[in-house]
């Protein structure tokens, strides 16, 4: 996870003039770049609206997989469909490395949302917090502009 660092006006982090996002520190999003089936990204995305995510964008590495349609009905989430005008207005063209799109689409997310932190994920992979995520961003010290989270 990453989150924007505070402007410097004189102190960095919660208290500070300038941090954005006041009491809003431990709110989080997911992004992922997906291709899996219907019920591996249901799975993906119940499991991290259950453990608190604001927002989950998933970029659709098929802009024509039918999944996309059946997900973005759900609230909280935004499909994202990567289709070649995407690309263009994103990057200028379509990375060919999947791992590319992967970080594009994590780069573009990331400066369009507002929130403080931002979980760049597979969709095999599942967050499991030893305690609530938003207690676990809350003590993270301020000037800290990432989270690990290590592999179960």
Same mark, same amino acid.
């Given at each position: ?59 659709? !590495? ?37 791992? *590319?799109?992967?970080?594009? *689409? ?17 969709? !095999? ?17 301020? !000037? ?9």
């Amino acid at each position: 996870m990453s989150t924007r660092p505070a402007e410097p006006c004189g102190g960095p982090g919660p208290g500070s003039c300038c941090w954005p996002w006041g009491s809003r520190l431990s709110e989080w999003g997911v992004v992922a770049t997906v291709k899996a089936p219907q019920p591996q990204l249901l799975a993906f995305v119940a499991h991290h609206l259950e453990l608190g995510a604001a927002r989950i964008w998933l970029c659709f !590495d098929d802009p024509a997989d039918p999944a996309a349609e059946a997900l973005e009905r759900l609230p909280r989430v935004t499909a994202l469909r990567c289709t070649l005008p995407y690309w263009r207005e994103t990057c200028g063209r379509r990375p060919e490395k999947h791992q *590319n799109r992967q970080s594009r *689409n994590a780069q573009h997310i990331y400066a369009a949302t507002d929130l403080p932190w931002l979980a760049h994920l597979d969709v !095999d992979e599942f967050l499991l917090p030893d305690r609530p995520i938003a207690a676990l961003l809350a003590a993270a010290p301020p !000037d800290q502009p990432m989270l690990r989270a290590a592999p179960w």
